[in-house]
């Protein structure tokens, strides 16, 4: 039922995606913001009880609501595992960021692919030399991936191994959210007690679900040069699981994903001096995560075949 459901989710995602301001989301986004502005006192208890509030009530719900339905329906449970996996899971939630981005410069309209680019990350990119846009381009695009789709099939296998239906895939999103939205920079309005809850419990939730995504670019890669790279360079990309994918991409793709520091030898870094980033990595970047979906996709079906409970 579990393969099932998330082969399904994923085809209807792609032929109908959710605007960003669909129902479920915009629930979700409320009671996170209802959370922080009534439990956020300053203090480090406070911030751990509005993290486990509003990540744990959600995925309550879900788990709850599949249960439920499933006393009465498998049917009915499906369909619900469907839609939470339909609200969760899938890429054109941010690829069609990256797809504007990437005609844009086909077509040579660099200008226009640094503002939908400033758009996306919501920061000022026009100073960027054209190497820095795509690696951000790059960088951003796989993040994106890890978060919207490999991290939360981690999740919900996990989840749904334990007998938890759907919930390990809220569990993944909500975390992931309020380690984005709790810590945004120039806010003033949230406590470090919570930004500091809500960057700890990220780090500890996507500590697997981030090596995971790295081995499997690694095995539809190149798996020596994305293995070495992974633990030699995953420093030069920021701490925590983001590291560990963006090292582990770069030697599976052969491109340099970390900036240079001026005046630095090319060989002193970066695998040894891997090439700057193309406009022909792009697609490099869409072959890579395809071929870890279907990856994914086959190891689920096997576990499927050999009466698991997926």
């Known amino acids: 039922m579990g393969f099932a459901a998330i082969l399904i989710a994923l085809l209807l995602e792609q032929a109908r995606p959710l605007a960003y301001d669909n129902p479920a989301h915009s629930a979700l986004r409320a009671w996170a913001r209802t959370v922080r502005r009534n439990l956020d006192a300053g203090h480090t208890s406070h911030g751990w009880i509005a993290w486990a509030l509003a990540v744990g009530v959600p995925t309550l719900i879900a788990g709850g609501v599949y249960w439920v339905l499933w006393s009465f329906s498998s049917i009915l449970a499906f369909v619900w595992l469907v839609g939470v996996l339909y609200v969760t899971l899938g890429f054109r939630q941010f690829s069609h960021h990256f797809s504007q981005i990437r005609q844009c410069l086909d077509g040579g309209d660099e200008a226009g692919a640094r503002e939908k680019l400033a758009t996306w990350l919501r920061v000022e990119v026009s100073s960027l030399p054209r190497a820095e846009l795509l690696r951000q381009v790059i960088q951003h695009s796989v993040l994106s991936a890890h978060r919207h789709v490999f991290g939360v099939l981690v999740s919900f296998v996990v989840f749904w191994l334990l007998g938890l239906g759907p919930a390990g895939a809220i569990f993944?999103?909500?975390?992931?959210?309020?380690?984005?939205?709790?810590?945004?920079?120039?806010?003033?309005?949230?406590?470090?007690?919570?930004?500091?809850?809500?960057?700890?419990?990220?780090?500890?939730?996507?500590?697997?679900?981030?090596?995971?995504?790295?081995?499997?670019?690694?095995?539809?890669?190149?798996?020596?040069e994305a293995v070495a790279s992974w633990r030699s360079?995953?420093?030069?990309?920021?701490?925590?699981?983001?590291?560990?994918?963006?090292?582990?991409?770069?030697?599976?793709?052969?491109?340099?994903?970390?900036?240079?520091?001026?005046?630095?030898?090319?060989?002193?870094?970066?695998?040894?001096?891997?090439?700057?980033?193309?406009?022909?990595?792009?697609?490099?970047?869409?072959?890579?995560?395809?071929?870890?979906?279907v990856l994914w996709m086959l190891l689920l079906a096997l576990l499927s075949l050999a009466r698991l409970p997926i």
Not at 174 to 180: A, C, D, G, N
Not at 279 to 287: R, T
């Open 233 to 293: 360079d995953a420093a030069l990309y920021g701490p925590g699981g983001d590291g560990v994918v963006l090292a582990a991409t770069s030697g599976a793709l052969n491109v340099r994903l970390a900036p240079r520091p001026s005046g630095s030898d090319p060989a002193d870094a970066d695998g040894g001096g891997r090439p700057e980033p193309q406009l022909a990595h792009l697609g490099g970047v869409v072959g890579l995560v395809w071929r870890a979906v």
């Open 172 to 224: 993944y999103r909500m975390v992931e959210y309020l380690s984005r939205n709790w810590q945004a920079r120039g806010d003033s309005s949230r406590s470090p007690a919570l930004q500091n809850a809500a960057a700890k419990a990220w780090a500890w939730v996507d500590h697997v679900p981030s090596r995971s995504t790295a081995l499997g670019f690694a095995v539809v890669g190149n798996f020596e």
